[in-house]
């Protein structure tokens, strides 16, 4: 596709439940990230990925969450355990290495 | 700690009537500092990009500038569709390619 393509646009989950968020990234772009924002504030580092392997996972706030890239394309968000505080928009983004980063529209995820 | 600061919080112009937005930051070396525009519900859509103190990125009615210690986004006469949240971000020059950003100025310019 033409840009960074994220489903769903919006999860509402129970507490205590699992979820996945997906992310296509811009074809051919090795790096891709994830990001989460909660209202009123810039985004917030969760983890990179170059190719398939995690380069940097030190923004993930505990081993609740966890993302996986098996073929270095599409991504994939895991939050196990879900608590009211997950809720937030959960950006994904995608780059040729060192260069910008191309945002998609996001997932919206309420727990409930 | 890689920090950024942007002010004000939000700022309410009138169409036509010019201003600046402030993003003070520290980095431990700096490989770039982005600028973002975002509207309600959308993610973050790329604007400028600046390396080095002294540099200057235009694009139509924005004007990017860049010093040692802060960035600023002029607005020239502003339409009321330049309305969106701007979002500063910095990247650092050792390690990983990850973007620490700002609060977000939340601009709107009203007709």
């Known amino acids: 596709g033409a840009g960074v393509s994220q489903t769903p646009s919006n999860k509402v989950t129970e507490k205590g439940k699992y979820v996945e968020l997906r992310c296509d990234p811009i074809s051919g772009h090795t790096a891709l990230y994830w990001y989460r924002q909660s209202l009123g504030q810039g985004p917030e580092f969760l983890i990179y990925?170059?190719?398939?392997?995690?380069?940097?996972d030190s923004g993930l706030p505990n081993d609740r969450f966890f993302a996986v890239r098996p073929e270095g394309s599409v991504s994939t968000l895991k939050i196990q355990r879900t608590e009211r505080g997950d809720s937030a928009v959960y950006l994904c983004?995608?780059?040729?290495?060192?260069?910008?980063?191309?945002f998609g529209q996001g997932t919206r995820l309420t727990v409930v | 700690e890689d920090q950024v600061t942007q002010s004000p919080e939000a700022l309410r112009l009138q169409e036509g009537e010019s201003s600046s937005l402030n993003c003070s930051y520290t980095?431990?070396?700096?490989?770039?500092l982005f600028w973002y525009r975002q509207d309600p519900g959308k993610g973050p859509e790329f604007l400028f990009t600046l390396y080095s103190a002294g540099e200057e990125k235009e694009k139509e009615r924005l004007k990017a500038t860049l010093t040692k210690k802060e960035s600023f986004l002029h607005i020239t006469a502003p339409k009321p569709e330049d309305s969106a949240t701007y979002l500063c971000?910095?990247?650092?020059?050792?390690?990983?390619?990850?973007?620490?950003f700002g609060k977000g100025t939340m601009l709107l310019v009203s007709p």
């Open positions: 990925f170059q190719g398939t392997g995690a380069a940097d």
């Open positions: 983004a995608s780059s040729l290495t060192g260069s910008q980063a191309f």
């Open positions: 980095v431990s070396g700096l490989r770039g």
């Open positions: 971000a910095v990247q650092p020059a050792e390690g990983y390619s990850t973007l620490t």
